[in-house]
């Protein structure tokens, strides 16, 4: 078998478990078609860039996520809450609810006299007050002094300190592109038959294998990396807002688009061919639940049967006079009204004298003008027939004859995935 990376033929047991989107951000998705070798080495490089980027650090705290030892990161290190001293510093914290808070580190100052110690000066945040007693106690018995000849003479002073937090992030804007090209490229070659053989993916495999960053954005073409606009043709179907990660592969023009949203993290879209590699209409979706830890691929065809409800459809009348309309919607407006129609439901259709239309009814819809929007969570296609197309439909009670001019259908949205 080949490695999707170095494209060397290597024996089944050099092959690992790797982890298209890295596990650190709750990715479940495993391939096992890249090599010991390269497993490693991206995680060092290509992964890495991911993995330990600034605001992934912060994504990481935000949502929680510890990694592999347990621990979550601290995006914000400890800022630093006075100008005028450095020293003094704050820790952030995430409350219960949710918030960012800033809580003062304990410090302690020991002021001397000729190598004599003459006071400590304890600076705790008000919540942390209680503690003081502690921390004196332990400072007190490394320095050797007396806890009560020590107590007699302290004090506790309240002030509010000035100036806020400061705090200095270098952000990359760059080189973390290349860990998304990875996972748009690994999602390609799993997802596509013959993808891995074009001029492009040998390419892409180059640039990631010699971790080649300057040459990532002739591939991850659309967004900074960093615009959720990217999935905005997908929010029909896709609940954006959920704590997922979303791979999308689809046709755009004459070529292969690669999208990958990392839930409220990265969102990009690669360039993986120049050229189509999907029949037409055809999309398919990978899903990371980062929450139930499943990830699922599905084509446009499955995500649209699992989102929405069973199918209406309504068919248009046209009369010639509202004498024949008011007539005729009596009939049809009444509950339990019913046109004759074949084993299947569908209507069997008729010419103007009464005689059966040879035609069907699909054949007549192909040849109709169709138009499709949302209406709420109702999605509703009206195909106007063609004008030379005259059928009609024969009402089961009163056995009238109507003729049809369109046919409505529509399905209502039960959930988004
Ligand atoms: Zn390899």
């Known amino acids: 078998m080949k490695c999707i990376i170095c494209r060397v033929d290597k024996d089944a047991l050099e092959f690992s478990d790797e982890h298209v989107i890295p596990d650190s951000l709750g990715g479940y998705y495993h391939i096992y078609s890249v090599c010991r070798t390269c497993n490693s080495r991206m995680g060092e490089t290509v992964d890495s860039r991911l993995v ?30 006075s100008s005028e001293n450095p020293d003094i510093k704050a820790r952030a914290i995430m409350d219960d609810d949710g918030a960012l808070k800033f809580q003062l580190i304990p410090r302690v100052v020991v002021h001397e006299e000729g190598g004599t110690p003459t006071s400590i000066e304890i600076m705790v945040d008000t919540q942390d007050e209680a503690e003081i007693g502690t921390i004196l106690r332990k400072k007190l018995k490394r320095l050797g002094i007396d806890e009560f000849q020590a107590r007699a003479n302290s004090e506790l002073v309240r002030s509010v300190l000035d100036g806020g937090f400061s705090t200095r992030w270098r952000v990359d804007m760059q080189a973390f592109k290349i860990g998304l090209l990875k996972i748009a490229y690994e999602f390609a070659v799993d997802s ?15 640039i990631l294998r010699e971790f080649d960053c300057e040459a990532v954005n002739r591939f991850v073409t659309v967004g900074s990396g960093l615009q959720p606009e990217v999935f905005e043709p997908f ?79 309504r068919l248009g009348y046209f009369f010639a006079t509202e004498e024949e309309a008011r007539h005729a919607a009596a009939e ?61 439909v024969r009402s089961a009670g009163a056995d009238c004859l109507y003729r049809v001019m369109g046919v409505e259908i529509s399905r209502e949205r039960m959930r988004k995935l």
């Not at 596509?192 to 180059?206: H, K, L, Q, V």
């Not at 755009?252 to 590699?277: I, Q």
Request: proline share 5%; aromatic share 10%.
């Open 235 to 313: 929010k029909d179907y896709l609940d954006l807002d959920s704590k997922k990660h979303y791979l999308v592969l689809i046709d755009a023009g004459m070529e292969l688009m690669g999208c990958v949203k990392l839930h409220r993290l990265f969102c990009v879209a690669v360039k993986l061919s120049s050229k189509r590699h999907l029949d037409k209409g055809q999309i398919i979706f990978g899903i990371n639940d980062i929450e139930n830890q499943t990830f699922r691929k599905l084509t446009f065809q499955e995500l649209v049967a699992e989102c929405m409800g069973p199918t209406h459809c």
């Open 332 to 392: 049809i407006n009444a509950p339990g009204y019913r046109y004759v129609s074949d084993r299947n439901g569908e209507p069997l259709l008729f010419q103007g004298g009464g005689a059966p239309n040879p035609r069907s009814i699909s054949d007549i819809v192909a040849r109709g003008r169709a138009a499709d929007h949302w209406e709420g969570d109702w999605f509703i296609t009206q195909i106007d027939f063609h004008p030379e197309d005259e059928v009609f």
């Open 52 to 81: 330990n980027h600034k605001l992934t650090d912060l994504y990481r705290f935000v949502e929680g996520m510890a990694g592999k030892s347990g621990a979550i990161p601290n995006p914000f290190g400890d800022p630093t809450v």
């Open 192 to 206: 596509i038959e013959g993808y891995f053989e074009t001029p492009d993916a040998i390419e892409i495999s180059r």
